[in-house]
């Protein structure tokens, strides 16, 4: 089978592709034959040794993606031949809150990634995905999506959420949160990204090279007061006008850290009583009653472009520009 790796070399121009034994699943193991992938920044910072360093190659990469089982091992009760599923981005973490053991689970990390033809995983951590989405939106789901239906799991009808970008989470963040009745505010570099997501229902875009001080425009469009709350994929960059931008006794969801380093000022956190909350993806119960949801409301994951596999640098490199609008994926 084909198996796309980083041989002893990180970097992008360093993914090859090379033959590997078919494998075959074991005792409550699953086969299965891969569709789709989608990319996640964290694949591309795996790719450029700089997420892990110290990470032990040749690795296979990649944690999203989508297939048919088509071989299963003995005992397998929870899935069956021909079922379209998807791998948990965390394999051992089913239900409940996170552990060490959960923690150290993740395809394309801890474990090794699923950029394979053929894949091998235990039936705990594979799910069963919408019937109406393609292979390449299912691809999309395992961490992108699910780490915005974490974040936004207090959330009810009539808040108000903040928006940062137009990558993966975010945009599945606007559609989750609008889904859940919520008014979605979205921050971008880029005035035609924000008419697009205007165009999905946020009341409200900020371009926040036109507007350096986003968090007083958020405040003033939500009547002085801030907005319930933030998913904040910047990290420390972006934190402190999160902190200005969110209300008393607000929620902030920590997600990402692509705006860089910056000092934090913690005093915000104390004064206005806000709660932070780290979003580490989430487990497989949640995912699971993520895609109830999505089959109920027939809502599909907003793909940017498709590579074929053999174009996998390329991929990464379009991911890596950031113009993408939502999800980036790979199919065979």
Not at 42 to 70: A, C, H, Q, T
């Amino acid at each position: 089978m084909k198996t796309i790796v980083l041989q002893s070399t990180f970097g992008i121009e360093n993914l090859a592709v090379i033959d590997q034994p078919e494998p075959k699943p074991g005792p409550g193991q699953v086969l299965v034959k891969m569709k789709a992938w989608s990319l996640n920044y964290r694949d591309l910072l795996m790719v450029k040794g700089l997420y892990n360093p110290k990470l032990k190659l040749p690795f296979v990469p990649l944690s999203d993606g989508v297939g048919e089982i088509i071989g299963v091992g003995d005992g397998v009760t929870r899935v069956k031949l021909g079922d379209r599923v998807a791998g948990c981005f965390m394999q051992r973490w089913s239900a409940g809150a996170l552990t060490d053991a959960a923690a150290k689970s993740a395809l394309g990390g801890a474990l090794p990634g699923i950029l394979a033809e053929l894949v091998v995983l235990h039936e705990e951590g594979v799910v069963h995905v919408p019937k109406h989405l393609t292979d390449e939106e299912a691809a999309t789901l395992p961490c992108a999506a699910l780490t915005a239906w974490n974040a936004l799991g207090q959330v009810k009808a009539g808040d108000s959420v903040l928006v940062q970008g137009t990558g993966g989470v975010s945009i599945f963040a606007l559609q989750f949160a609008r889904m859940m009745g919520a008014r979605v505010i979205a921050t971008s570099s880029s005035n035609a990204k924000l008419e697009r997501v205007k165009q999905m229902g946020a009341s409200d875009g900020i371009n926040y090279k036109e507007t350096p001080t986003w968090d007083e425009k958020v405040r003033e469009l939500t009547g002085a007061q801030g907005v319930d709350h933030v998913v904040e994929v910047g990290g420390a960059g972006t934190f402190n006008q999160s902190l200005k931008a969110v209300r008393l006794g607000g929620s902030v969801s920590l997600i990402g850290v692509l705006a860089g380093k910056g000092e934090v000022n913690l005093m915000p956190v104390l004064m206005k009583g806000v709660r932070v909350q780290g979003i580490f993806v989430g487990n497989r119960e949640m995912f699971e009653a993520m895609n109830r949801a999505i089959a109920l409301q027939q809502m599909r994951p907003v793909v940017d472009r498709v590579f074929d596999c053999k174009d996998i640098q390329a991929a990464l490199k379009h991911l890596e520009s950031a113009t993408h609008f939502g999800k980036v994926c790979v199919r065979i």
